[in-house]
């Protein structure tokens, strides 16, 4: 390899020969009438979905944060955090990520 030779070689003749049909976008668009009451069934629904999901959230960091407790009785890991042990807040920090992950795909509707 010379000095001055490009690492990564673009073909110019490809460059601004694809093109996108407007049709193509317009068969996607809905030109349906929205009502106020399917607006207000839509927020109901988004607000039910919420809730079930603060309260699952709310529920498993508890039951998780027990069952994490009373695996590890050796270890009295909020005294360590309060002691400012930052490798156990880590740990704890993952499995409440965790749990946030599996909840939020077990919620998703």
């Known amino acids: 390899m010379r000095l001055n030779e490009p690492l990564v070689t673009i073909d110019r003749?490809?460059?601004g020969r694809t093109?996108?049909?407007?049709?193509?976008?317009k068969s996607?668009?809905?030109?349906?009438?929205?009502?106020?009451?399917g607006i207000f069934t839509a927020y109901l629904i988004t607000f039910g979905w919420a809730l079930v999901g603060s309260i699952s959230m709310g529920l498993g960091?508890?039951?998780t944060l027990k069952m994490?407790?009373?695996?590890?009785k050796d270890v009295d890991e909020w005294s360590l955090v309060k002691?400012?042990?930052i490798p156990i807040a880590i740990i704890?920090?993952?499995v409440i990520i965790s749990?946030?992950?599996v909840v939020s795909s077990a919620v998703h509707p």
């Open 13 to 15: 003749s490809r460059i």
């Open 19 to 25: 093109q996108f049909s407007l049709e193509f976008f």
């Open 28 to 37: 996607g668009l809905q030109t349906e009438p929205v009502s106020m009451n």
């Open 61 to 63: 960091i508890i039951i």
């Open 68 to 72: 994490f407790d009373l695996s590890t």
């Open 83 to 85: 002691e400012g042990n």
């Open 92 to 94: 704890l920090a993952s």
């Open 99 to 101: 749990l946030g992950l």
